[in-house]
């Protein structure tokens, strides 16, 4: 590799700018808002240049960070076609909403800190994608996981946003419970937790590992479940929206929830083929009931955030079915056009003064062409519509299904159907027809610092799918080997060619359910579910009482461990004890009492005699 | 060479030049006590630098002072200090902590010249007792440190019941220095008459030629670890912290859970499981049980505590846990995490408790339902509490981190452990979690209550370095541990026997 050390400045650039926002320009927010986009694009500019210098290739930069005996810690900075593609998206997209940050934080009371942690952030993100060990992921796994809550909690006056920034960092640390303990049973199989060193050992030895090989699987596998935000740990995303828009953008739909997945990809080689099933099922299953959930949910953001659980669990799915570079695929071009859809959000929210709720909107096609435009790209490319960037990936991830597992690839074409219903909804309730409130009626463009980073995206939603990504994850992961590399033009139908049933089936799916929602919601005034199947909406709205289950079972159970703890300290631990102590002193005391008798003839035969007894022993036999 | 000696002889002669100072020089007597602090501090930085070029003079003991005229020769008592890695960094985070301790003692007005005095007193006495070399001066400084600590709570305490707190503490920590007593005195006895010492060097390689008898190791063993334990609140001899912590004033919190409290786990890493490794390995389960109580329970009954201080004193008990945990696996790589824990934990305790007292000196409550939004009234305080809290679940980037990470991978390498280790990850990963940002929500979120509004913030260079110096130290760490590693690792590798130095790794029938 050529130009190793761009790889410290690109990882190291974001924490200078946090440190010193925190340390230095808390109170200049122009100042402040510079340092972090500069180190942003900085990092982005660097990433760039390393990859034209090297192109895609691998290698890795290796310092010792702690050793104890045998047993040493290494920081690592591995970089292979997998990490470079990632570092690309990751400060690519990061850069945009950087910059789209300035003009949505305008006039916060925070807003210097506020750059501070999306610059701790990017350095978080940014270790994790360069990580070579197990320790080192998991050391900045955290660190975006602290990122988030810090994020989440900006408005930490509000409690909803106090709370769920809470539920986000507990939740996540469930999941990190289990990653932790599979690094630790890895390690103690093999005595290594190097990426590339596991990648060598591991397969020859999953034979004779047998259970214990499909069981550190599904531990690490827990560590996705929580970043990714996958059933059962999937409810604190949809919580997470309370954070600023642009920190939904980038760290809850972007980059940080698709970790996960990027983590699957890494450690692929460490999967049984039933840990394997475990994950295409958990995938599959998460996306669908987050596809169902997000038909009844009011707040467009909300939309957004069950969209993003539900296009996770496509990705999971896709690694699931032994096709990590359809996983990735999909998790790019997702990056694109939800990053999109949330910052197109983000403006519409600006224009109304923080309002959410989608049938208070209406009508803003008219108001705002260019978030509209850009936001309608969004919602063809997450849909799947051809030949936006969303419909190759969503089309390689169903040709892995249709070759491998026909119940899921059923259930995928379902969720692309209910994905199409549920984005088109949005659309037409909230940028069609006329507006519903005043608000909406009075609703303006944001400044141009928030429209280019729509643009922007927008062109990558549309574009990305042909523009070669497929083709560089097809030579670095297994799970795309139907694909023909075609040039040109031939890419646009490429998929047509190679699997023509998964390719129509998506393109049907998505048709049906753009029509559906048009039937149903293309002039309504209020939701026709919620009038039609008045039970069926509440399950949906109240996100299918999941909350509320754990709340009861785990939540409950975790408080009474706590009370009968604290209930046995106040009880027998604070009194008993303390009764046994303050009565055996006091007999104690008593004893010695009778010694203390005040008597200056008892005195001095107790001192002779001991000083006796200390002459004896010292000068002794 | 004589830094060690002036790192343990500057403060009890600062606390001798204490006495001089007149009673109505009001400030004197503080900027007396942070000079004399600040040079401790000094010198206990350079001990720690040079540490790695000083050459190894008495059984890996590096910089050893004999002090004059102290001690019985005929006794086999003579007052020498040393160091190596297991007390180097203790002797570092005690100085600082106490160079901060006294920064934040502001508040303290009323007798202020007394109270420095036994600040300096317990000071010497702490870092006199983790630089003893003999056994007699080791028990002897940590008693001379523990008599200021139960005055200064009792007069300068916070709350109607400091004096029942006081009391308790007294009870409970005295009980557990008389378990010391006798069981030192017990190993003592156990050598032949012509050969007996109080140099722990000397004993210890003694005890490693000729093992104690496995019935005597049987009876004393559990003494020493029950006696030390107790001084460490070693579940469920815990119940003196909380309430100890929470009525002391600021300066004696830090100084006694940051640094005092670790002498009891230094003893053990010291003198017990070296001495009677047989006796260790018999009780280890036991061991490793009652640390994943102080863990688990301590974390639980935080989660339902509504008093700060309390709930910091059960977030120490609970953090404690890791370093026993340590200790149960007597590995290089369980105790070399179990010694980075007992460094880490000094510097967060210090600063939890340091927050907790300027809490406290602005409304005189530190019932959490009575605070508020801290994050906007108090941005510094707020930050650095977060901080604090973060630090104290574990998160990455603290050295609290590394030292625990570090624990778990030694402990998951005894296998009978391997359910402990699950245990200590929920305690560690989930619980600790749950009480740290239940308290972070409680106060430093939601919107400014009445009470938070009458709160003022850290303010100024003067009111701020202490805070500022102990968070840097804990990230320092937690980016550079191999500072801290480096030193502690080979002595480590000293202390126990050859083969648990290894990484093992599991096999599979």
């Known amino acids: ?621 | 060479m004589t830094m060690l000696g002036g790192l343990v002889g500057l403060p009890l002669l600062g606390a001798v030049a204490m006495l001089l100072v007149p009673r109505d020089a009001a400030r004197a007597s503080r900027r007396l006590a942070l000079a004399v602090l600040g040079l401790t501090a000094l010198f206990a930085g350079m001990v720690f630098v040079h540490y790695p070029q000083a050459a190894i003079e008495d059984h890996g003991y590096r910089m050893v002072t004999r002090v004059p005229g102290l001690g019985a020769p005929a006794l086999g008592i003579e007052c020498r200090f040393g160091v190596d890695g297991l007390n180097v960094g203790l002797l570092l985070m005690g100085a600082l902590v106490a160079w901060a301790a006294a920064a934040c003692a502001r508040d303290v007005h009323e007798r202020s010249k007394e109270f420095y005095f036994l600040l300096l007193l317990m000071t010497g006495g702490i870092l006199g007792a983790f630089a003893s070399l003999d056994l007699f001066f080791f028990y002897f400084f940590h008693e001379l440190a523990l008599v200021p600590t139960f005055i200064m709570i009792g007069v300068w305490g916070r709350g109607e019941d400091r004096s029942t707190a006081a009391y308790q503490m007294t009870l409970y920590l005295s009980a557990g220095a008389l378990l010391v007593l006798i069981g030192l005195v017990g190993v003592y006895l156990q050598v032949p008459a012509q050969l007996r010492t109080f140099d722990i060097p000397t004993l210890t390689q003694y005890f490693r030629e000729n093992p104690l008898p496995a019935d005597a190791q049987a009876w004393l063993y559990p003494l020493l670890l029950f006696g030390f334990g107790i001084l460490v609140s070693l579940w469920p001899f815990h119940a003196w912290a909380p309430t100890g912590y929470a009525s002391a004033p600021a300066a004696t919190a830090m100084l006694h859970a940051g640094v005092l409290k670790k002498f009891g786990l230094y003893g053990l890493m010291r003198v017990a499981q070296p001495w009677m490794p047989q006796g260790a390995q018999d009780w280890m389960p036991m061991l490793a049980g009652l640390a994943l109580g102080n863990l688990l329970y301590g974390g639980w009954v935080a989660m339902r505590e509504q008093n700060l201080g309390r709930l910091l004193g059960y977030a120490s008990v609970a953090h404690m846990g890791f370093v026993f945990l340590g200790l149960a696996a007597w590995n290089a790589i369980g105790v070399t995490g179990a010694v980075v824990v007992m460094v880490a934990h000094g510097f967060l305790a210090a600063v939890s408790f340091a927050l907790v007292g300027h809490l406290y000196g602005q409304a005189g409550t530190l019932s959490m339902d009575r605070w508020s939004g801290l994050g906007r009234v108090m941005p510094f305080w707020g930050a650095i509490f977060t901080m604090a809290a973060l630090a104290g679940c574990g998160l990455p980037g603290f050295v609290n981190f590394v030292g625990e990470v570090t624990v778990l991978f030694g402990l998951w390498q005894v296998p009978e452990l391997r359910w402990v280790t699950v245990g200590a990850l929920f305690g560690a990963l989930v619980v600790g979690a749950v009480y740290m940002l239940r308290a972070v929500r409680q106060v430093v979120h939601g919107a400014p209550s009445q009470t938070a509004t009458r709160g003022v913030d850290l303010l100024g260079w003067q009111q701020r370095w202490p805070y500022a110096l102990l968070v840097a130290i804990l990230l320092f760490l937690g980016w550079f541990p191999q500072v801290l590693v480096s030193r502690v690792e080979p002595a480590v590798a000293g202390l126990i026997p050859r083969e648990l130095t290894a990484v093992v790794t599991l096999r599979v029938e």
């Open chain 1, 1 to 621: 590799m050529k130009w190793e050390a761009l790889l410290w400045w690109i990882l190291l650039l974001p924490l200078g700018a946090a440190a010193w926002i925190t340390l230095g320009t808390l109170r200049q927010p122009r100042r402040s808002a510079a340092l972090s986009v500069g180190a942003a694009l900085g990092s982005f500019v660097l990433s760039v240049i390393f990859w034209k210098l090297n192109g895609w290739t691998s290698g890795s930069v290796s310092v010792s960070w702690w050793q104890v005996g045998p047993w040493a810690v290494t920081f690592d900075l591995q970089v292979d076609p997998l990490s470079l593609l990632m570092l690309l998206v990751v400060t690519g997209v990061g850069s945009v909403i950087h910059v789209y940050s300035i003009g949505y934080m305008r006039g916060d009371p925070g807003f210097s800190r506020y750059f501070a942690c999306l610059s701790l952030f990017m350095f978080s993100m940014l270790g994790i994608v360069l990580a070579g060990n197990f320790l080192q992921m998991f050391v900045f796994w955290e660190l975006v996981g602290v990122s988030s809550y810090l994020l989440i909690g900006h408005w930490f006056e509000r409690p909803s946003a106090a709370e769920a920034a809470r539920k986000a960092f507990i939740t996540n640390r469930i999941g990190d419970l289990g990653f932790l303990s599979g690094l630790l049973l890895i390690w103690g199989l093999t005595g290594t937790l190097d990426f590339n060193r596991l990648e060598e050992q591991w397969p020859a030895r999953m034979a004779d590992l047998g259970a214990l090989a499909t069981l550190a699987g599904l531990l690490v596998f827990c560590g996705v479940v929580g970043k990714s935000a996958q059933f059962p740990l999937h409810v604190w995303l949809p919580d997470a929206m309370e954070g600023p828009t642009p920190v939904s953008a980038l760290i809850h739909a972007a980059t940080m929830v698709a970790a996960g997945v990027y983590l699957l990809c890494r450690v692929f080689f460490l999967f049984t083929p039933e840990a394997l099933t475990v994950v295409a099922w958990t995938g599959g299953w998460t996306a669908l009931m987050a596809a169902l959930i997000a038909i009844q949910q009011d707040d467009i953001k909300r939309v957004l955030a069950y969209s993003t659980l539900s296009q996770l669990g496509y990705m999971v799915l896709g690694v699931g079915l032994g096709a990590p570079a359809a996983g990735m695929f999909h998790l790019v071009t997702h990056a694109f056009f939800k990053a999109l859809l949330f910052l197109g959000a983000g403006s519409v929210i600006v224009a109304l003064h923080h309002e959410q709720h989608i049938w208070r909107m209406g009508g803003l096609w008219r108001r705002m062409p260019v978030t509209f435009w850009t936001f309608l790209v969004g919602t063809l490319a997450l849909s799947g519509a051809w030949p936006l960037s969303g419909f190759f990936s969503k089309d390689a991830l169903l040709a892995v299904a249709w070759e491998r597992n026909l119940p899921l690839f059923l259930l995928a074409v379902g969720v692309a159907a209910l994905t199409s219903f549920y984005m088109f909804r949005l659309v037409w309730v909230a940028f069609g027809g006329s507006a519903r409130q005043d608000g909406a009626g009075h609703a303006a463009e944001p400044g141009q610092e928030m429209l280019w980073p729509l643009r922007i995206l927008a062109a990558l939603s549309i574009g990305a799918g042909v523009i070669g990504i497929q083709a560089m994850l097809q030579a670095t992961l297994p799970g795309l080997e139907g694909a023909q590399a075609s040039a040109g033009w031939a890419r646009l139908v490429e998929p047509f060619h190679h699997a023509p049933v998964p390719a129509a089936a998506g393109l049907i799916a998505m048709l049906a359910g753009l029509v559906l929602a048009w039937r149903m919601y293309g002039q309504a005034g209020e939701d026709p579910v919620a009038q039609h199947w008045p039970r069926l909406a509440r399950w949906l709205r109240q996100r299918m009482y999941w909350d509320e289950l754990y709340n009861g079972t785990v939540g409950a159970f975790h408080e009474a461990c706590a009370a009968l703890a604290a209930g046995v300290e106040r009880w027998i631990i604070q009194g008993f004890c303390h009764g046994l102590l303050k009565g055996g002193t006091a007999v104690l005391g008593e004893t010695v009492r009778l010694v203390q008798s005040g008597s200056l003839q008892t005195y001095g035969w107790v001192f002779v005699a001991g000083l006796g007894v200390l002459l004896w022993w010292v000068l002794g036999p």
